[in-house]
């Protein structure tokens, strides 16, 4: 682990001299030249194949990667985290989502705690739960079977669950209807307590802590809807909770033999193994849940024993790197070219972004180079009629990370073919560009004047030269997105060593909760504010003098 800058490191150094030797470097020349690129530049693990060819490097580029990441520890750093070292340094805490999806014979203790035996029996109940619940034996208060699961949490306790059963949609089971609330903002509840039958609706309320405002409030509103038609008597087969604060639970009202328990050492972010998960598991059975954690798994042996050279979140990792650090690129796009995976983005960006958006090291001191990139995206091809104009032509290089399953999980004709071609067709547009010479020639082809073609070339022309990586999968089943998922929690992993930062904390969420609360006062109470600002009391006092009765 480099205690000096990153700057300072002699890979680093090397990788800089390297980067100006080969600044000129053309993608479209890269593959002239290499007829074997991609056979090179490719390579599968876990049932995912990593295309990374579309990349302004070589293979002196990759092994100088590979030196920078050697250097930073990474190998240590890896076991130090399968093994339960506290490597969240700023709150004390072991890092094991690994753990979480493990098989049980696959030992574990940390301390007192034998953490396999403690997993494993989290996952037993919640396969004897989910079973009563698709079968149709758990019953709300008036005896009938649920048909509606409302999952009630924020951040690391909404985003996994909500991807991975929309993500699994054709898994899903056809009786239960998944609803997501997160945002405090009461359109959100509103919006689902309006659609569901308080008889048949089922709320799982998920909370690491049980004492994030957003969460409890929508979880008390959800409790009052409740309790105008069902009694306090219940609430036990209406709520269920999942979280590491039994004593909240209990003060909530939630019944502990319906609480579901995680461990400090699982973050908000890498949670969607843990009970965290028990949407995705109501919805598409605890089998399937298991083949989810078991693709993951397979990502983890792979990432845990592959050489950096051939380990595919190392290599995506360090092309991040490279792309960040090296060639300048402040964002990285994900184009998911799967419906089902159109909140996919959304859930990279609080893991990448949350992981690794720091700005001091492991040590305290302030970091010399940039961190994480802005991720952002959609869905292929929707993302093509919207933003990859600027992509294509705009003045920042963007990467892109293209993701895209061969087969799906429909039988409409002719939709998987146009999917498929669009994802490889932009890659390649990306890469290659359009110079100003074949622009002349197509325009030539249509007849048009020399002036008017010339008055177009500028408009028309594309640099290419637009790094992408390519994932592909054989279809979207439960391993395959575990994989998926596992994949990018560890390439996070390996920035966040590379970059020397905690990808553990979260101290700028943490403020996000404290904040509002003295403004919150405020709106409620007769008196005008005059502690802030004048932005920011004229705001308190517009909202105060519009909204007063429904505060
Ligand atoms: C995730 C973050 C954050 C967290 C939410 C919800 O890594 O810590 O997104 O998941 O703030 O926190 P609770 O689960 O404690 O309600």
Same mark, same amino acid.
């Given at each position: 682990?480099?205690?000096?800058?990153?700057?300072?490191?002699?890979?680093?150094?090397?990788?800089?001299?390297?980067?100006?030797?080969?600044?000129?470097?053309?993608?479209?020349?890269?593959?002239?030249?290499?007829?074997?690129?991609?056979?090179?530049?490719?390579?599968?693990?876990?049932?995912?194949?990593?295309?990374?060819?579309?990349?302004?490097?070589?293979?002196?580029?990759?092994?100088?990667?590979?030196?920078?990441?050697?250097?930073?520890?990474?190998?240590?750093?890896?076991?130090?985290?399968?093994?339960?070292?506290?490597?969240?340094?700023?709150?004390?805490?072991?890092?094991?989502?690994?753990?979480?999806?493990?098989?049980?014979?696959?030992?574990?203790?940390?301390?007192?705690?034998?953490?396999? +035996?403690?997993?494993?029996?989290?996952?037993?109940?919640?396969?004897?739960?989910?079973?009563?619940?698709?079968?149709?034996?758990?019953?709300?208060?008036?005896?009938?079977?649920?048909?509606?699961?409302?999952?009630?949490?924020?951040?690391?306790?909404?985003?996994?669950?909500?991807?991975?059963?929309?993500?699994?949609?054709?898994? +899903?089971?056809?009786?239960?209807?998944?609803?997501?609330?997160?945002?405090?903002?009461?359109?959100?509840?509103?919006?689902?307590?309006?659609?569901?039958?308080?008889?048949?609706?089922?709320?799982?309320?998920?909370?690491?802590?049980?004492?994030?405002?957003?969460?409890?409030?929508?979880?008390?509103?959800?409790?009052?809807?409740?309790?105008?038609? =069902?009694?306090?008597?219940?609430?036990?087969?209406?709520?269920?909770?999942?979280?590491?604060?039994?004593?909240?639970?209990?003060?909530?009202?939630?019944?502990?033999?319906?609480?579901?328990?995680?461990?400090?050492?699982?973050?908000?972010?890498?949670?969607?193994?843990?009970?965290? =998960?028990?949407?995705?598991?109501?919805?598409? =059975?605890?089998?399937?849940?298991?083949?989810?954690?078991?693709?993951?798994?397979?990502?983890?042996?792979?990432?845990?024993?592959?050489?950096?050279?051939?380990?595919?979140?190392?290599?995506?990792?360090?092309?991040?790197?490279?792309?960040?650090?090296?060639?300048?690129?402040?964002?990285?796009?994900?184009?998911?070219?799967?419906?089902?995976?159109?909140?996919?983005?959304?859930?990279?960006?609080?893991?990448?972004?949350?992981?690794?958006?720091?700005?001091?090291?492991?040590?305290?001191?302030?970091?010399?180079?940039?961190?994480?990139?802005?991720?952002?995206?959609?869905?292929?091809?929707?993302?093509?009629?919207?933003?990859?104009?600027?992509?294509?032509?705009?003045?920042?290089?963007?990467?892109?990370?293209?993701?895209?399953?061969?087969?799906?999980?429909?039988?409409?004709?002719?939709?998987?073919?146009?999917?498929?071609?669009?994802?490889?067709?932009?890659?390649?547009?990306?890469?290659?560009?359009?110079?100003?010479?074949?622009?002349?020639?197509?325009?030539?082809?249509?007849?048009?004047?020399?002036?008017?073609?010339?008055?177009?070339?500028?408009?028309?022309?594309?640099?290419?030269?637009?790094?992408?990586?390519?994932?592909?999968?054989?279809?979207?089943?439960?391993?395959?997105?575990?994989?998926?998922?596992?994949?990018?929690?560890?390439?996070?992993?390996?920035?966040?060593?590379?970059?020397?930062?905690?990808?553990?904390?979260?101290?700028?969420?943490?403020? =996000?909760?404290?904040?509002?609360?003295?403004?919150?006062?405020?709106?409620? +109470?007769? %008196?005008?504010?005059?502690?802030?600002? %004048?932005?920011?009391?004229?705001?308190?006092?517009?909202?105060?003098?519009?909204?007063?009765?429904?505060?």
């Amino acid at each position: 682990m480099p205690s000096l800058a990153l700057s300072d490191t002699a890979s680093f150094r090397a990788l800089q001299h390297h980067s100006t030797q080969t600044k000129d470097r053309q993608l479209r020349r890269l593959f002239s030249q290499d007829p074997t690129r991609f056979s090179s530049f490719s390579l599968e693990a876990a049932g995912l194949f990593l295309d990374y060819s579309k990349n302004i490097l070589d293979h002196t580029t990759l092994q100088l990667l590979a030196d920078l990441a050697r250097e930073c520890g990474i190998e240590t750093q890896r076991e130090a985290m399968f093994c339960g070292e506290k490597i969240n340094s700023t709150e004390q805490r072991a890092v094991l989502h690994t753990a979480l999806r493990a098989p049980r014979n696959q030992a574990l203790h940390i301390g007192e705690q034998n953490v396999s +035996a403690d997993v494993h029996a989290v996952l037993d109940h919640m396969n004897a739960f989910t079973k009563r619940v698709r079968d149709g034996e758990w019953k709300g208060y008036t005896g009938k079977a649920i048909t509606d699961i409302v999952n009630i949490g924020i951040g690391g306790s909404d985003l996994g669950p909500k991807m991975v059963c929309h993500a699994l949609r054709s898994y +899903a089971h056809p009786r239960l209807t998944m609803h997501f609330v997160s945002n405090v903002d009461g359109h959100d509840m509103d919006a689902v307590l309006s659609t569901t039958p308080p008889d048949t609706t089922l709320f799982i309320v998920v909370s690491k802590t049980f004492t994030t405002l957003e969460t409890l409030l929508n979880a008390q509103s959800a409790r009052a809807w409740f309790l105008q038609q =069902g009694t306090e008597d219940d609430l036990a087969q209406h709520f269920v909770a999942v979280s590491t604060n039994t004593e909240a639970v209990k003060t909530f009202g939630i019944d502990p033999a319906n609480m579901f328990p995680f461990w400090d050492w699982v973050g908000g972010r890498y949670s969607v193994w843990s009970a965290v =998960g028990l949407a995705a598991a109501l919805s598409i =059975g605890f089998e399937h849940f298991s083949d989810f954690l078991a693709g993951a798994h397979a990502m983890d042996e792979h990432f845990r024993h592959a050489s950096l050279e051939s380990n595919m979140p190392v290599l995506l990792g360090l092309i991040g790197v490279w792309n960040r650090n090296f060639l300048g690129c402040s964002s990285l796009s994900i184009a998911a070219y799967h419906q089902d995976l159109s909140k996919f983005p959304a859930y990279l960006q609080q893991l990448e972004m949350e992981s690794n958006g720091k700005r001091v090291m492991r040590e305290g001191a302030a970091i010399d180079i940039e961190t994480c990139p802005v991720i952002w995206g959609d869905c292929g091809t929707n993302g093509q009629h919207a933003y990859f104009q600027l992509l294509h032509q705009g003045t920042d290089i963007i990467p892109i990370d293209f993701i895209a399953a061969l087969k799906p999980s429909h039988h409409l004709p002719g939709h998987h073919a146009a999917l498929l071609a669009n994802c490889f067709a932009q890659s390649e547009a990306f890469m290659r560009g359009k110079t100003a010479d074949e622009v002349r020639a197509d325009l030539q082809k249509t007849g048009v004047s020399n002036d008017a073609i010339e008055n177009m070339v500028p408009h028309k022309t594309f640099p290419g030269n637009r790094p992408s990586n390519t994932i592909l999968m054989d279809s979207l089943t439960p391993a395959a997105l575990g994989a998926l998922i596992a994949l990018y929690e560890h390439k996070t992993f390996v920035q966040g060593i590379v970059w020397n930062v905690n990808s553990f904390d979260q101290w700028g969420v943490e403020l =996000g909760k404290v904040l509002a609360r003295t403004i919150q006062s405020e709106l409620i +109470a007769e %008196s005008r504010p005059e502690n802030h600002d %004048s932005s920011t009391n004229g705001l308190i006092a517009r909202a105060k003098a519009a909204t007063v009765l429904h505060f």
